[in-house]
């Protein structure tokens, strides 16, 4: 007979079946923004301002890393953010949408017309401007916002759709590390990139020698992301670079853990000794810590770390990221600033420049014969989940931030990017509800 369920997890149950809805994470996120937007433009303002500038230093006597806030979130956070990223790109490649050329051919497709025809626009308005250097910042999708969106539709979004947005966020996250790795350094510090060469060489004897601890790889991704922080090189990159050298092999095929996991289930069974309990049978304990080490055996590493950070990333540091991010002060003059060529720029790239790139590339794909819609997904689909692209949020107020730093450039760029994306979730979520059911 099961035992009734503890009072505690009655209580947490609610919270529990929130986090378990797959739009949680854009509704975390969604009210994290709306959160610095009001306290940006409230009378705490000051402090709000205060609190992301305030120093934090970690170190050991003289070693010592000193940093505001704001950018402990933006090169620390956000470099286990990009960890998860690039564990995603390599289990899509490995096994996901992009492991198979075809399969993969249309949400890459999307993906590149959805590059380069924000970037181009942007461009369009900005070119030989003061605000030139943010043609980046239009690229990118925010995957938990625009997967939000589509959750909060239900039902009546096809799973290929989903699927589709997914990996088409993927390829676009991927073009995002290679713009901010290329074109957003401004300097390089050799001894610092050689340190890092060398943490990639430990990395790559740990996977050959199939090293299964993460505590291995975490120790040295701190000094491959010191090394890549001192080097010139965003931080972030470190944690996408890190993750393809986590292992993604098994230590013990599927077919061998059922066997084995009967045998030590049946000795489990065989083992009990109804007037003892569990905590003073050591056959039991035994077969217990067997069979926990190999399910551990047989779950690759990158499988792991990828569940387990997911809502740590979700629920608290892409959170965390928004509301040190997204507190732009809107006054009269807001609406004036949107003709400003910057957020403009941002705003024609994200809500009109992301639909048309991906719609037009994925229709070029299969006109070409190069890839096949997926199965119940329809041109007014592709049209739809398009518009969701423009939702930029996240990457875009990352890149934002690399391409202007403090300048006063940085809180256009904000507005164009929470307009655009704003418009661009409404405008997708209206097409898609009214595509006919399949």
């Known amino acids: 007979m099961a035992a009734p369920t503890p009072p505690i997890l009655r209580l947490l149950r609610p919270f529990q079946v929130f986090l378990e809805n797959k739009a949680a994470g854009g509704i975390l996120l969604l009210a994290c923004t709306v959160v610095a937007l009001l306290w940006a433009n409230s009378p705490l303002s000051g402090f ?146 050689l340190a890092g060469a060398a943490c990639l060489l430990v990395l790559a004897l740990l996977n050959l020698l199939q090293v299964r601890w993460p505590i291995a790889y975490v120790a040295v991704g701190l000094l491959l992301w010191l090394a890549v922080l001192k080097s010139g090189i965003h931080a972030t990159v470190a944690g996408v670079v890190l993750a393809f050298f986590i292992p993604s092999r098994t230590r013990i095929d599927p077919a061998a853990f059922v066997e084995h996991a009967r045998g030590l289930l049946h000795h489990f069974e065989r083992s009990s000794q109804p007037e003892a309990g569990l905590l003073s049978n050591d056959e039991q304990q035994g077969a217990l810590h067997t069979l926990e080490e190999a399910t551990e055996d047989v779950q690759p590493p990158l499988h792991r770390l990828e569940h387990g950070l997911h809502p740590w990333v979700s629920f608290l540091i892409m959170p965390i990221f928004a509301l040190a991010n997204a507190g732009v002060t809107l006054d009269s003059s807001a609406a004036q600033s949107l003709t400003h060529p910057v957020p403009l720029g941002i705003f024609a790239g994200l809500l009109f420049g992301k639909p048309a790139g ?23 689909h592709i049209h739809g989940v398009g518009w969701l692209g423009g939702i930029g949020f996240t990457m875009s107020l990352f890149v934002a931030s690399l391409a202007f730093g403090a300048s006063p450039m940085l809180s256009l760029a904000k507005l164009g990017i929470l307009a655009g994306s704003a418009c661009a979730a409404v405008v997708g979520s209206f097409l898609l509800l009214r595509v006919p059911r399949g």
């Open 358 to 380: 991906i719609f037009l590339a994925a229709w070029l794909a299969v006109r070409l014969k190069i890839a096949d819609l997926p199965n119940a997904v329809t041109w007014s």
């Open 48 to 193: 709000y301002t205060a609190l992301w500038e305030t120093k934090f230093t970690i170190g050991l006597g003289t070693a010592q890393l000193s940093k505001p806030l704001l950018l402990w979130v933006n090169d620390g956070l956000m470099a286990i953010f990009f960890f998860l990223v690039g564990l995603e790109i390599k289990r899509e490649i490995l096994v996901g949408e992009l492991a198979s050329p075809r399969q993969a051919a249309l949400p890459i497709a999307a993906a590149i017309g959805g590059v380069v025809i924000p970037a181009l626009l942007y461009t369009f308005f900005n070119a030989g401007g003061p605000g030139s250097a943010g043609w980046g910042i239009p690229m990118a999708t925010d995957i938990a916002f625009a997967l939000g969106v589509l959750a909060l539709l239900g039902n009546r979004i096809p799973l290929a759709l989903t699927i589709f947005l997914t990996a088409l966020a993927i390829v676009d996250d991927i073009a995002a590390v290679l713009v901010i790795a290329v074109f957003y350094t401004a300097q390089i510090s050799t001894p610092a990139l």
